[in-house]
């Protein structure tokens, strides 16, 4: 009995290390280039470093719901592409506002979502092998469209972009709207409770009368309109759409997710702190990377060991909670 209970504390003590570790990282990290660099915790290089990576904190997010439900979504990065193509041939060709823009961009993204969870959720589809399709099949469409070609974008989302309230960017603080909106979404609702009820057991959550094929499907669909706006925030950023816009996306997403605690077994994981920290981890090392000088061809190895370490993480943290459950 003695040694049962000294066992299980021992197994909380090492989740607790787990949880605290991300936050550890990030506070060695600025440590860390704030006195290899004196830029490094300029305004203007925080700042700069936020409006150009935000969009990965956008789909990231998104895609930390469909984590938690249990299922996953390869095709985001694509999603990202081809909604902003349509939005960016609205505005241009019939000279609409960028925020019906905006809109399309987002309705193209639920259209996407919508067939993913249908596939998916209601088919009950291989989720890998139908969002691997999904990827092809979109990213292939936005090409078509656009001829593989470079698509301009309106000056006035340019301005937008460079607007600022009190000194800082307008469009980062739009972004972390988004984000408490899905955390208040997660964390406050019945649906969030839900959510997380299904990724945990999902047949529990049906004895207690849970749907769970619509808890998930309303999940992809969030999870594809915020790839769409991640796509749109990219776009407008560089002030056209490119065709490498949201190429490899999905993984750096999902490592995003991962490295902030969302299990990959589903059940677990927040968007506030854990993906936002997990975001602002894999930012900062490829922007002290940069100011330090080191060669970029070393941010993908970087990049690289840090899924591997935050994947075996989240396999120690769930043997360890399976442990603990038996017991």
């Not at 930390?64 to 041939?89: K, N, P």
């Not at 990724?199 to 207690?208: F, K, S």
Request: with cysteine.
């Amino acid at each position: 009995m003695g040694k049962s209970f000294a066992t299980d504390n021992k197994r909380i003590n090492v989740l607790k290390v787990v949880d605290y570790a991300i936050y550890i990282v990030l506070v060695l990290l600025c440590v860390t280039y704030a006195i290899a660099s004196p830029n490094f915790l300029t305004f203007r290089n925080i700042s700069s470093m936020l409006v150009n990576n935000c969009h990965y904190l956008l789909i990231s997010a998104g895609i930390a719901l469909v984590l938690i439900t249990g299922l996953t979504d390869l095709s985001v990065g694509s999603i990202s592409y081809l909604s902003m193509v349509i939005a960016s041939f609205a505005m241009r060709d019939w000279s609409l506002n960028p925020v019906v823009g905006l809109l399309i961009c987002m309705l193209v993204g639920a259209i996407v979502g919508v067939v993913n969870g249908i596939l998916m959720v209601k088919l009950k589809l291989s989720p890998l092998l139908v969002t691997l399709g999904m990827q092809l099949v979109v990213k292939g469409a936005g090409m078509m469209m656009t001829g593989s070609l470079i698509m301009v974008l309106p000056e006035s989302i340019k301005v937008f972009m460079t607007h600022t309230v009190f000194g800082f960017p307008t469009s980062v603080l739009l972004v972390f709207l988004v984000i408490i909106i899905l955390q208040a979404l997660l964390s406050l609702t019945q649906f969030g409770k839900y959510v997380v009820a299904v990724g945990c057991n999902e047949r529990a959550a049906r004895t207690l009368g849970v749907n769970a094929d619509n808890i998930r499907f309303a999940c992809v669909i969030i999870c594809d309109v915020c790839a769409a706006l991640a796509g749109f925030y990219c776009a407008a950023n560089l002030g056209n759409v490119l065709q490498t816009i949201g190429n490899s996306w999905e993984f750096q997403a999902i490592a995003i997710s991962v490295l902030g605690g969302v299990s990959l077994f589903g059940g677990m994981g927040n968007v506030f702190p854990g993906v936002v920290v997990g975001f602002l981890i894999m930012a900062i090392v490829e922007n002290g990377l940069g100011l330090i000088g080191v060669i970029p061809y070393i941010l993908p190895t970087v990049q690289g060991m840090i899924i591997f370490i935050a994947m075996y993480a989240d396999s120690v943290k769930i043997k360890h909670i399976n442990r603990l459950n038996v017991q």
